[in-house]
């Protein structure tokens, strides 16, 4: 099945007040509600990842990167489609790629809940979506590994932590942000390439990241909170049907919230 990729951008005099705030103060539920609305009418679930491009927003306002799997339809006054064109990656195995990704780094643990909790979670099944109740339950719940490893070692450091302290926590998100891509990489079919370190001569992945941030959002009296990671770097082609699957439809968790749009270019 082919694709679309797409780059959207405001057109800011069909913004509202409230949009025009949440929009300016990078809300993800407004960016999610914004990008769903080029895809009306089919009732089907999301069927699209993107990304928002601050830097290339038109007078610093944001525009979007889109992978779907339908064209994007204009919304008169709100969002143009300023460009479109068909999406089916071809890639070899052994090809060398450039890529970038805001990823939302986590790790799943099954937590088994017990009574109170089980009764809790029946009540919303019935309330929200009139299931039946279910007497055993497992949870997956999703961690943000970054955070995890900086309070391994202490986090929050108080406000006279020594400098020591201070660069041990930042080598443990340092170490958490590198682990946490080099273990998904080959699921994405990407192997990542080595680089001389400059300092010791010695092999290192030629991957970056940096951008790490805490996102806090409200809809409807609901809170939810996520964490975000830019990452590029230069990988080898390992599967490329694994690839051309990552590409199309996304990698890792809040896809939702603009992160897992994957993007590649030979080198």
Same mark, same amino acid.
């Given at each position: 099945?082919?694709?679309? /990729?797409?780059?959207? @951008? !405001? %057109?800011?005099?069909?913004?509202?007040?409230?949009? !025009?705030?949440?929009?300016?103060?990078?809300?993800?539920?407004?960016?999610? %509600?914004?990008?769903?609305?080029?895809?009306?009418?089919?009732?089907? %679930?999301?069927?699209?990842?993107?990304? $928002?491009?601050?830097?290339?927003?038109?007078? *610093?306002?944001?525009?979007?990167?889109?992978?779907?799997?339908?064209?994007?339809?204009? $919304?008169? *006054?709100?969002?143009?489609?300023?460009?479109?064109? +068909?999406?089916?990656?071809?890639?070899?195995?052994? =090809?060398?790629?450039?890529?970038? !990704?805001?990823?939302?780094?986590?790790?799943?643990?099954?937590?088994?809940?017990?009574?109170?909790?089980?009764?809790?979670?029946? %009540?919303?099944?019935?309330?929200?979506? *009139?299931?039946?109740?279910?007497?055993?339950?497992?949870?997956?719940?999703?961690?943000?590994?970054?955070?995890?490893?900086?309070?391994?070692?202490?986090?929050?450091?108080?406000?006279? #932590?020594?400098?020591?302290? &201070?660069? @041990?926590?930042?080598?443990?998100?340092?170490?958490?942000?590198?682990?946490?891509?080099?273990?998904?990489?080959?699921?994405?079919?990407?192997?990542?390439?080595?680089?001389?370190? /400059?300092?010791?001569?010695?092999? =290192? +992945?030629?991957?970056?990241?940096?951008?790490?941030?805490?996102?806090?959002?409200?809809?409807? *009296?609901?809170?939810?909170?996520?964490?975000? !990671?830019?990452?590029?770097?230069?990988?080898?082609?390992?599967?490329?049907?694994?690839? $051309?699957? #990552?590409?199309?439809?996304?990698?890792? &968790? #809040?896809?939702?919230?603009?992160?897992?749009?994957?993007?590649?270019?030979?080198?």
């Amino acid at each position: 099945m082919s694709h679309f /990729f797409s780059r959207i @951008t !405001l %057109a800011r005099e069909g913004l509202d007040p409230q949009t !025009l705030s949440r929009v300016l103060a990078e809300d993800g539920y407004q960016y999610h %509600a914004l990008v769903w609305r080029l895809f009306p009418g089919d009732g089907e %679930a999301r069927s699209f990842v993107f990304r $928002v491009d601050q830097a290339r927003g038109t007078g *610093g306002w944001p525009s979007f990167l889109v992978v779907s799997r339908r064209p994007p339809t204009p $919304v008169p *006054g709100l969002l143009r489609v300023e460009s479109v064109r +068909p999406f089916a990656p071809q890639l070899a195995e052994g =090809e060398q790629v450039q890529f970038c !990704l805001r990823a939302n780094p986590t790790a799943a643990s099954v937590v088994e809940l017990d009574a109170e909790a089980l009764a809790r979670f029946n %009540a919303e099944r019935a309330a929200q979506r *009139g299931l039946p109740p279910k007497t055993h339950h497992e949870r997956r719940r999703f961690h943000d590994v970054i955070m995890a490893a900086k309070k391994r070692v202490g986090h929050p450091l108080p406000k006279d #932590a020594s400098p020591t302290a &201070r660069e @041990t926590l930042a080598q443990a998100a340092d170490q958490a942000a590198q682990a946490w891509l080099l273990a998904h990489a080959s699921a994405w079919g990407l192997e990542i390439l080595h680089r001389e370190d /400059f300092a010791t001569g010695a092999p =290192e +992945p030629a991957l970056e990241w940096s951008a790490y941030t805490q996102h806090r959002l409200h809809n409807k *009296g609901r809170a939810l909170s996520f964490s975000s !990671l830019e990452y590029q770097g230069l990988a080898r082609v390992s599967d490329p049907a694994r690839l $051309v699957t #990552a590409l199309t439809e996304g990698v890792g &968790r #809040a896809k939702a919230f603009g992160c897992g749009l994957l993007l590649v270019r030979r080198v």
